[in-house]
């Protein structure tokens, strides 16, 4: 029986979490196209090179390894990230962890590291706004703390690359490679049992 402090979450079908990913992702590409349209914002380039992609693909590896540590070592990040992938992933086919990891992964990193950081401003400011508001996009209610914590130094690690290449394409490799390496990890546990 749920307490007052732990309402239970009705689950959700395949076809609502596919639905409000691509809601979410819409909104986020239009939050972004307004932001342009009332500010002359100089966007992130996003250049396509190997080590860009490279790059990316390395920090996805860090992140993932950095997840599995926090989740293994501290308990509410692990109950967290638990009821949080669960929500999401229990549903959803293995097929659609790629709209998963792709959705998710190009809106949010236009929005956060290519329109957001540039507007705030390309130094340690921005990278701290920007990824508290990355941070705080990924608050599902008061028990989900520590989720939140680890999407801010997610978002900083995500900016920081950003900063450090000056390509938008290193986070998005990072941010889709990693939420493909999250999905796919948790949902195989799952198989496992």
């Known amino acids: 029986m749920p307490t007052p402090s732990q309402p239970q979450l009705e689950p959700l079908d395949r076809t609502q979490v596919l639905t409000a990913m691509g809601i979410t992702a819409l909104v986020l590409l239009i939050i972004a196209r307004f932001w342009l349209a009332f500010d002359s914002v100089a966007l992130l ?6 080590s860009a992609v490279a790059i990316g693909a390395s920090l996805a590896l860090g992140i993932s390894v950095a997840s599995e540590i ?3 070592f ?6 967290s990230a ?3 992938l669960a929500m999401v992933l229990t549903p959803l086919l293995w097929i659609d962890l790629i709209w998963l990891g792709l959705l998710p992964g190009l809106s949010e990193e236009l929005l956060f590291r290519g329109v957001m950081l540039p ?3 390309l130094n340690s400011f921005g990278l701290v706004i920007s990824s508290l508001c990355f941070g705080v996009l990924h608050y599902s209610g008061s028990q989900q703390w520590a989720y ?16 450090a ?3 938008l394409l290193v986070p998005i490799v990072a941010h889709v490679m990693t939420n493909l ?3 796919g990890t948790w949902k195989l546990k799952q198989v496992r049992g």
């Open 70 to 72: 926090a989740y293994r």
């Open 119 to 121: 507007a705030i401003g």
């Open 165 to 167: 290449t000056g390509n």
């Open 82 to 84: 638990d009821t949080y």
């Open 74 to 79: 501290w308990p509410a990040y692990r109950t």
């Open 148 to 163: 939140v914590i680890w999407a801010t130094v997610v978002g900083a690690v995500l900016g920081a690359s950003a900063l």
């Open 45 to 50: 380039p996003l250049e396509l090179s190997l």
């Open 181 to 183: 390496i999250s999905s």
